[in-house]
């Protein structure tokens, strides 16, 4: 595991973790669905460096 692939997947489960709270604190669902789109392709990208 490269160091590329480590801050992806970091990365990618901070952004998830602020779409946990987010939607915890009912905001705004475009503002979640952005956050969760980086979330989803940071940790692609992550994955596929393996």
Do not use: E, T
Not at 9 to 37: N, T
Request: net charge positive; aromatic share 12%.
């Amino acid at each position: 595991m490269n160091k590329g692939s480590s801050l992806f997947i970091l990365l990618g489960l901070f952004l998830a973790g602020g779409v946990y709270s987010f939607w915890k604190q009912k905001q705004s669902r475009s503002l979640i669905a952005i956050l969760a789109i980086g979330s989803v392709m940071s940790l692609a990208a992550g994955f596929l460096q393996l």
